[in-house]
Structures are given as structure tokens and as C-alpha cells.
């Protein structure tokens, strides 16, 4: 769980006594490529940190359609983080696109974190400013970028992602059909 | 600034003298209707909390329209947060809707509530996760919910919006033509 101890370590302060507890309250997992991690009409009771692999979020739209919102790649958190905070059941499916390597934080080591840790409560504030960020980016761009912008700010996002994800996902992500998607890419690049 | 102190309280234990040096911190704002009271282009040194009044949060798409993305009413906080906590140049407009009356809250109190106050980084998480929450919802429901049910729910988040806003900026928010809208109102509702 070294990954997860640095990504902590560049947010706070932290304790190796501290780290100890935490740690011994996560699990390592093994998941096989398109397994479902976390699957809607349920409460979230963890937060996943990815150690390898890549992951997606996925909802079924209103037309019965798979809609690609989100992507997580290594040293990042994923979950259905509002579910999770609220105790609400989930919308989302999130799924594996690669063979994954996971650290699952379950709700009792986030809490133990939040009262107990020297800066827990400041982890958890720059962790949710962190994803409020991304996500205040991401509808801000649908208004102010290009679908050319946007696709090439994937590839900072995502490094590699043009290439590990299949394209309908990725146009599903930045909202165009994937013929769309072709043309923007045989074009002003 | 009594409501901001109740708005704190619901959230967490407040000191009585943590409130008189964050509040003491803090400025009154009245601010007239149609007033920007953030622009583009400038770094956020504030947040500010609505005492009275309305706030739209609007950005100028790539074609030069107007695009209103979020609204804000009494009792809650609005700023371009991530700018604000990135230090970098903001792409929003804030606009007063109304005559509004604010708090306008410093960089600086925001840092010494950090810093200082007995759970001021819980507060920041709380804050944080709350509109992390709502910037999910918004996205999410842009995949699983209909125009029309997107448009009910604007009145349960901001009580009497379908009143006190133009036509055009609801059209804008739910991402659809005003004729669409006007439409919609005619029909199934």
C-alpha cells in the first residue's frame, strides 16, 4: 500500500502510527479486467485507491444506453463518493477496463480517519476539493472548450487513454457520438 | 452575519470566540441587482455567503452567449471555489440576481479558520463535499433524468426559481433551447 502512504503523504502530515491503523483497517483486491467494483441500488461502504490498472464510471441512460461519466487511472481515488457520503444507494456502475490492483478503504477506516488521524479532517477536505475541482472542470468545459479541446485534455487527464479505451467510450465521456469522434480525429489535431 | 454563524453551526461545534475573530474576519456586502460581483480573468480572494437575495453563475460559451451553469439563494455559499483554492484566474461571472446583501469572506479568514478553529478543516470538508455532491448531480442527472424532471427539481433546490428567473437562464442551466422549455411547460408536467 506504498502508493496509497505517498499519495497521503503529499496532501498531510502522517504518522507512522497513524498510517499503521489506517492501513490494517484497507484491503489489498485483485480484480479481473470488467468486473463491476461497485454496481447501483446500493449503498457505497468504501472508497477505492487504484495501485494499477484503470477504471471507469458508468450509468445507464435514459434510452437504455451505456454512458461513460468518469475515468480513474493509477494513484487515484474512485468510489461514488456522493453515495458514499450521504448513505444514499449508488447510480453507478464502476468497472474495470484493465486487470486492477485496489486498495479498499472501507467507511470505518475513512471514519477512524476523519477522528483520529492528525490532519484527517484536512485529508478529507483537499480530497473532495480535489474531485469538486475535476468535476467543476468538467461541466465548465462542456460551455468553453471544443470537442477537440476536450479530447485532447483527456490525454493530460488520462495519460495513454486514446489509446487503453475503446473510442465509443471516450466519445460517450465528452458527450459526441463516436462518428463524431472519428472526424474530430482525422482533423484539426 | 447571524445566518452564516447558524449555517457554521449546523456543520460544526463553533467556539463562541473562534466566531468573533473569523466573523470579525469578514465584511457586509449590499450589493446592487444585476451587479457582477466576481468577473473573469481575476484570481478569487472570496467566498461569499448570501444573507438576501440571488446569485447565477454564467460563463460565455465558445459562440458568445450567455450560459448560466449554476444559482445560488439565501444561506448559501458561492464563489468560483476551484479558482478560489487553485489561485487561478476564474472563467466565471457572479451576478446578482436581486438586490442581495453578503458576506463576503476573506481569503484570509478562510486560511485562519483552517488553521485555527477548532474543526475549521471539517468545515472546509463539509463544505467541500456538499458541493462536490451537487456538481455530481448535475452531471449525473444530465444522463438519467428527463428535461422535465430536471426542470421540477430546480424548484426543490432553489425554492421559487421558476419566478424569480428568465425564461432563458432555466433553458441555459438544463442545457436546452427556450423554445424546448417553453414546450415542455405546455406538456407533462
Known amino acids: 500500500m506504498q502508493n496509497l502512504k505517498m499519495a497521503i503523504q503529499q496532501m498531510i502530515r502522517l504518522q507512522e502510527k497513524d498510517w499503521n491503523h489506517f492501513s490494517s483497517l484497507c484491503e489489498l ?3 479481473k479486467k470488467g468486473t463491476f467494483i461497485s454496481v ?5 461502504q468504501e472508497v477505492f485507491f487504484i495501485q494499477e490498472g484503470k477504471v471507469r464510471t458508468m450509468v445507464i441512460d435514459l434510452q437504455g444506453n451505456e454512458q461513460t461519466i468518469h475515468f480513474a487511472i493509477e494513484n487515484q481515488f474512485i468510489a461514488d463518493y456522493s453515495a458514499f457520503m450521504q448513505r444514499t444507494v449508488s447510480h453507478y456502475y464502476l468497472q474495470a477496463l484493465t486487470d486492477l490492483n485496489v486498495v479498499l478503504i472501507p467507511r470505518n477506516a ?15 477536505r483537499l480530497i473532495a476539493e480535489f474531485y469538486f475541482t475535476y468535476h467543476d472542470n468538467r461541466i465548465l468545459n462542456m460551455y468553453v472548450k471544443s470537442a ?4 485532447n485534455e ?3 487527464l488520462f495519460p495513454g487513454i486514446h489509446q487503453w479505451v475503446p473510442q465509443k467510450m471516450i466519445a460517450s465521456y465528452l458527450g459526441i457520438t463516436p462518428v463524431h469522434l472519428s472526424r474530430l480525429k482525422k482533423t484539426d489535431r
Chains 1, 2 share one sequence.
Open 154 to 156: 483527456m490525454g493530460q
Open 40 to 44: 447501483p441500488e446500493r449503498v457505497p
Open 148 to 151: 477537440v479541446e476536450r479530447y
Open 29 to 31: 483486491r485483485t480484480v
Open 110 to 124: 475513512i471514519e477512524w480517519g476523519y477522528e483520529q488521524m492528525v490532519d484527517g479532517q484536512k485529508l478529507g
